[in-house]
């Protein structure tokens, strides 16, 4: 497996249902992100980790709760959701090094399309 | 705060002809970065450059080039010579020097649908 890679690619869900996505990178970086991406809405940054600590939660929702165990490995864990949160949930990582970050790309997954029924 | 306007909702063009989709920004950071992604129909988001505030350099690669104009906040993207395989959406994305909470935030625009008909 090269890059970033995520599964499942899709998921249907009930609103009382718990699912978890799983998302692995193979590039060696230290950050790891989950990004939403709805219709007609811009991506929007939901968790960041770097080295396995959890430094940006952008006010989401207590039904979506994230998990990093080690650089490598980002889940996000899905548990009584709403039909407004389908969506395709992308993640990313990046090599971040030192205390100034450097600004580095994110490279991104093939996310998964999420739908709750 | 920052922002990336992607002005261009869609573009339509034909095969060969020359595009160019606009990106403008703001930010109040000095030191800032500025990406373009490219998301095909198959969901993944394609890294296509990055460019730091401080290097004004345009950059070419390929059918690919990147004009970056500090004084008007704009780094459009142009892509030469277009083909049906250039058809996807297209992101601008900024982001911040990553200094304590700024870190890891990339701040997209709403994108570009570029349609390349043959």
């Known amino acids: 497996e090269t890059g970033v890679t995520q599964t499942p690619r899709h998921l249907v869900m009930g609103m009382t249902n718990k699912k978890s996505l799983k998302c692995e990178q193979h590039l060696g970086h230290n950050a790891m992100y989950w990004y939403k991406q709805s219709a007609k809405k811009p991506l929007e940054l939901m968790f960041v980790?770097?080295?396995?600590?959890?430094?940006e939660n952008n006010s989401v929702p207590s039904r979506f709760s994230p998990e990093c165990p080690n650089s490598s490995h980002l889940f996000l864990h899905l548990h009584t959701l709403q039909p407004e949160d389908s969506a395709l949930y992308l993640c990313?990582?990046?090599?971040?090094?030192?205390?100034?970050?450097?600004?580095?790309?994110?490279?991104f997954g093939p996310g998964t399309r999420l739908t709750v029924t | 705060a920052q922002k990336v306007t992607q002005a261009q909702t869609e573009i339509s063009v034909v095969e060969k002809e020359d595009v160019t989709l606009d990106c403008v920004y703001e930010t109040r950071d000095t030191t800032y970065y500025l990406f373009w992604y490219k998301q095909p129909p198959s969901g993944e988001l394609v890294f296509l450059i990055r460019r730091n505030s401080f290097d004004e350099q345009n950059e070419i690669s390929g059918r690919y080039s990147w004009n970056f104009q500090k004084s008007t906040s704009s780094f459009n993207f142009t892509i030469t010579a277009s083909q049906v395989v250039d058809s996807a959406v297209y992101f601008c994305?900024?982001?911040?020097?990553?200094?304590?909470?700024?870190?890891?935030?990339?701040?997209f625009g709403q994108g570009t649908i570029l349609t390349v008909h043959p």
């Open positions: 990313a990582s990046s090599q971040e090094t030192g205390v100034i970050r450097r600004g580095y790309e994110q490279y």
């Open positions: 980790y770097n080295f396995k600590e959890q430094t």
């Open positions: 994305a900024l982001s911040g020097p990553h200094v304590g909470t700024s870190y890891g935030k990339l701040t």
